[in-house]
């Protein structure tokens, strides 16, 4: 089970993130000081570190460059309310393998946690990130989805519940897991928002793949 830091000095923001990843089947820690998660980050054992920039303490450009310039190249996905391409580049070019401006969806935060721990472990083996079951393809890298080797549109939250479930096979996910790990926030119990996103789901790549569990949820097959 991968275990990620995440250095988040807003609780609104660290809620989120850490309630759709523990849902997702993550382990996190949270640090809300920069000094503190530089020193963690040093002597952790941590597969990714989500890091946002404006932190108390040390900023999170700072912590990147000193975990960089100590050998230590652990994926660091960056947070941030700045959007200016300057603060972009200078992120990227100091050592961030990604980076998310405030505010976003869960489902993209997710795609690029599983991207990079995909890279991270793969060891630069391309095919770890793409899902293929019987005429159904899907690359994580580029975002494609095929059937029958015809591309096929979904939209990001199509994209991630797919993905989801792809990686999950003949095992059973209730509503509300698929809550937590495709929208990574509670919605209403009565809410048939998963319902109608599998629904679009079949429209697009059949109806084959993905059956309903009277009772218990969705499995994919």
Same mark, same amino acid.
């Given at each position: ?27 996190? $820690? ?50 941030? @309310? ?40 793969? @060891? ?87 059956? $309903? ?9």
């Amino acid at each position: 089970m991968s275990h990620i830091l995440i250095v988040e000095d807003d609780p609104r923001i660290s809620s989120f993130i850490i309630k759709g990843l523990k849902s997702a089947g993550y382990t996190t $820690t949270l640090q809300e000081d920069g000094k503190v998660a530089h020193a963690m980050a040093q002597v952790g054992d941590y597969d990714l570190i989500v890091l946002d920039i404006g932190l108390p303490g040390m900023d999170g450009f700072t912590v990147m460059q000193k975990l960089r310039a100590a050998g230590i190249n652990t994926p660091i996905i960056m947070l941030t @309310a700045r959007d200016s391409v300057s603060d972009t580049v200078q992120g990227l070019e100091n050592g961030a393998n990604d980076y998310m401006t405030k505010p976003f969806q869960f489902a993209e935060l997710l795609a690029r946690v599983r991207l990079r721990l995909n890279d991270q472990n793969s @060891a630069g083996d391309g095919s770890a990130s793409v899902l293929v079951f019987d005429e159904l393809s899907l690359d994580v890298r580029t975002r494609e989805v095929s059937v029958n080797g015809r591309a096929t549109e979904l939209t990001s939250r199509e994209f991630a519940l797919l993905e989801t479930l792809m990686r999950h096979p003949k095992q059973v996910l209730s509503r509300e897991q698929l809550l937590g790990m495709v929208w990574g926030m509670d919605f209403d119990p009565n809410s048939n928002i998963v319902d109608v996103y599998i629904r679009a789901l079949r429209k697009k790549i059949g109806d084959k793949h993905i059956s $309903t569990v009277r009772g218990a949820g969705y499995r994919f097959a």
